[in-house]
């Protein structure tokens, strides 16, 4: 295919992604407050008669707009992110049909699992991010003074919320890229398996830097599953090399070592009938003996 006829399917494929986009946040603009409630539901709220001069210390949050201008764009905000998670399965299917053309059959046949896989996981990830919100939200507020009040944006609520979300999402996936290095034979599982101290203390770093929250719990909410997780794609991927190594005898070589190879002298066949020798130039071209005699080296002494 030419190379103005893939940009043009390019161009399709983001036109068609880009208007389920703007149609879910469309739908989604009618749950705006239902969805407001829902990212907001993880902090201790105070009650609607608290005032900003009133001391609550870490009992409660007070959630407010600063600018004139943030009802609005905290509402865009949450109806675009909706839209975008709603529309997840048509703008993946898109890319899919754009990229699927140039694949093999047994990559497409990995890429269907891959899709089949990561949604569910992502889906997990951000389900433990809000389990564990009202958790990591009310200890971070636990240290205020008993004479301070928490006062809250709510725009800068939901970018914690959304980042949550995003973090723990994202870092679920990390197992499944894992398997599928593992199916196509890039990484082994028994390499896999040596990582085990450096992803474990990798794994703790990661939950401790990426948490938006900073506080232990979303660290160790973040990092035991991944850990978790690790370990069934470590012992997915010996499963797979094992069932691998079955049908290949030359599977438990290392990189400079030579394979076995069968010096066993094979029979030998009927010869084959050859053709009759080719006459010398001087038969084929029916010179006679007296001809043949002023030539010195094939060539005419003549002269």
């Not at 940009?7 to 399709?12: F, I, K, V």
């Not at 407010?64 to 709603?86: D, E, R, W």
């Not at 971070?140 to 928490?150: E, K, M, Q, R």
């Not at 809250?152 to 994202?170: I, Q």
Request: proline share 7%; with cysteine.
């Amino acid at each position: 295919m030419p190379l103005a006829d893939h940009l043009r399917e390019l161009r399709n494929r983001l036109a068609k992604a880009m208007l389920a986009i703007v149609v879910t946040s469309v739908v989604a603009a009618f749950f705006s407050q239902q969805l407001m409630d829902l990212l907001s539901s993880p902090v201790p709220k105070c009650p609607p008669d608290t005032s900003i001069s009133d001391n609550t210390g870490g009992r409660c949050v007070i959630i407010a707009y600063q600018t004139m201008l943030s009802p609005f764009t905290s509402t865009v905000k949450v109806v675009m992110l909706a839209g975008l998670i709603a529309s997840t399965p048509i703008w993946l299917y898109q890319l899919w049909a754009f990229v699927a053309p140039g694949l093999h059959k047994n990559e497409k046949k990995y890429t269907y699992w891959f899709a089949a896989i990561a949604v569910p996981l992502f889906v997990a990830g951000a389900y433990t991010a809000y389990l564990i919100m009202p958790l990591s939200v009310r200890v971070l507020i636990s240290i205020t003074p008993d004479v301070a009040s928490n006062f809250l944006s709510l725009d800068d609520l939901l970018d914690f919320t959304t980042r949550m979300v995003l973090v723990f999402g994202l870092a679920f996936e990390l197992p499944l890229l894992l398997i599928m290095l593992n199916l196509t034979g890039v990484v082994t599982g028994k390499r896999m398996a040596g990582w085990w101290r450096a992803m474990v203390m990798g794994t703790f770093v990661f939950g401790a830097v990426a948490t938006p929250s900073t506080d232990p719990l979303g660290m160790i909410a973040l990092s035991g599953p991944i850990i978790v997780l690790y370990f069934t794609a470590v012992g997915i991927a010996l499963l797979n090399d094992r069932r691998r190594a079955r049908g290949n005898p030359d599977a438990q070589l290392s990189d400079d070592e030579a394979s076995v190879l069968d010096l066993t002298p094979e029979p030998v066949g009927a010869p084959d009938p050859g053709s009759a020798a080719r006459a010398l130039p001087e038969q084929a071209s029916g010179e006679s003996d007296g001809a043949r005699a002023h030539r010195t080296s094939g060539y005419d002494d003549i002269t």
